[in-house]
């Protein structure tokens, strides 16, 4: 059973930045894909960037040139850095990792909220 754990998130005024991690464990040393997604209020969850299994990355046009997601293998860990937030980054954050099968997403993590003041 894979778990994430999310950290990083907080409050920032417009044109500021953040740092997103997620811990990942339990997936016996296989291959995984991770990512992030984000859900503001009243709307569907999205996704914002992602890793996939052969290492090529995907970044939502919303955030490119914003938003840098990189990881660290050694230690398990995902990061997204987030840049120059715009008040519509407003919002709950969630980790995802895909399953044996690479069924994307499978696992969530808790998620950690995001707000962007003026």
């Known amino acids: 059973q894979v778990q994430l754990v999310e950290s990083g998130g907080g409050s920032v005024q417009a044109g500021g930045s953040l740092r997103l991690s997620c811990a990942a464990s339990?997936?016996?040393?296989?291959?995984?894909?991770m990512g992030w997604f984000r859900q503001a209020p009243g709307k569907a969850r999205q996704m914002v960037a992602r890793?996939?299994?052969?290492?090529?990355?995907y970044v939502d046009n919303s955030v490119k040139g914003r938003f840098t997601i990189s990881r660290d293998n050694a230690k398990n860990t995902l990061f997204l850095q987030m840049s120059s937030l715009e008040l519509e980054d407003t919002a709950i954050y969630y980790c995802?990792?895909?399953?044996?099968?690479?069924?994307?997403?499978?696992?969530w993590g808790q998620g950690t909220q995001v707000t962007v003041s003026s």
């Open positions: 995802a990792a895909d399953d044996y099968t690479g069924r994307f997403p499978a696992y």
């Open positions: 890793f996939r299994r052969d290492g090529t990355t």
């Open positions: 339990g997936y016996a040393n296989r291959s995984i894909s």
